[in-house]
T-cell receptor, first 108, second 117 residues
Framework: DAKTTQPTSMDCAEGRAANLPCNHSTISGNEYVYWYRQIHSQGPQYIIHGLKNNETNEMASLIITEDRKSSTLILPHATLRDTAVYYCIVTGTYKYIFGTGTRLKVLA | DSGVTQTPKHLITATGQRVTLRCSPRSGDLSVYWYQQSLDQGLQFLIQYYNGEERAKGNILERFSAQQFPDLHSELNLSSLELGDSALYFC????????????????FGPGTRLLVL
């Protein structure tokens, strides 16, 4: 499975868009990009996933570059409840490898 | 609420003891996954069961074992506990439409916090 690189931490003002980048330069053709978040010590929460097209759901948007070597998770209007650790996972199988993620802090 | 339930929420025990953690997957999900999250190791995949059969193993110690029952609930057994086994243990489930297919979204339970004293 491809390795991912994410910034350790980011801050975002409440109400603004939060853009969380993920680098996965060694991704292979059949691997998907998944995003999860973990609030405090709760179970990881699924956000969104994609293969090569951009995706949007009620929680977020996922932008994958054309070469698929990086992606960005966008939370369009961040709230205080979005403060969490965000994990970008690249996988082609059942196996999720969680890195250290990005600790997003939404500021009032 | 992911639909995955785990019991107990908290568990405190002593070194050398054995404990059992329980997980009920979402309705209709056939696969169950177990993960361990400790402070120094992050979230680590332990083992996957699919419809009662072990499907994949990750970094699971020999002192740990799991099973999935006919009603699809799963148990993770931890024995000869050591201080280092103190961690959060998460269960996740997924549909698994077909074996060997593309990755599936895993839905995680709230976890069991284990403290070994």
């Amino acid at each position: 499975d491809a390795k991912t690189t994410q910034p350790t931490s980011m801050d975002c003002a409440e109400g603004r868009a939060a853009n969380l980048p993920c680098n996965h330069s060694t991704i292979s053709g059949n691997e998907y990009v998944y995003w999860y978040r973990q609030i405090h010590s709760q179970g990881p929460q699924y956000i969104i996933h994609g293969l090569k097209n951009n995706e949007t759901n009620e929680m977020a948007s996922l932008i994958i570059t054309e070469d698929r070597k990086s992606s960005t998770l966008i939370l369009p209007h961040a709230t205080l409840r979005d403060t969490a650790v965000y994990y970008c996972i690249v996988t082609g199988t059942y196996k999720y490898i969680f890195g250290t993620g990005t600790r997003l802090k939404v500021l009032a | 609420d992911s639909g995955v339930t785990q019991t107990p929420k908290h568990l405190i025990t002593a070194t050398g003891q054995r404990v059992t953690l329980r997980c009920s997957p979402r309705s209709g999900d056939l696969s169950v996954y177990w993960y361990q999250q400790s402070l120094d190791q992050g979230l680590q995949f332990l083992i996957q069961y699919y419809n009662g059969e072990e499907r994949a193993k990750g970094n699971i110690l020999e002192r740990f074992s799991a099973q999935q029952f006919p009603d699809l609930h799963s148990e993770l057994n931890l024995s000869s506990l050591e201080l280092g086994d103190s961690a959060l243990y998460f269960c996740a489930s997924s549909v698994t439409v077909r074996s060997g297919g593309p990755p599936e979204t895993q839905y995680f339970g709230p976890g069991t916090r284990l403290l070994v004293l």
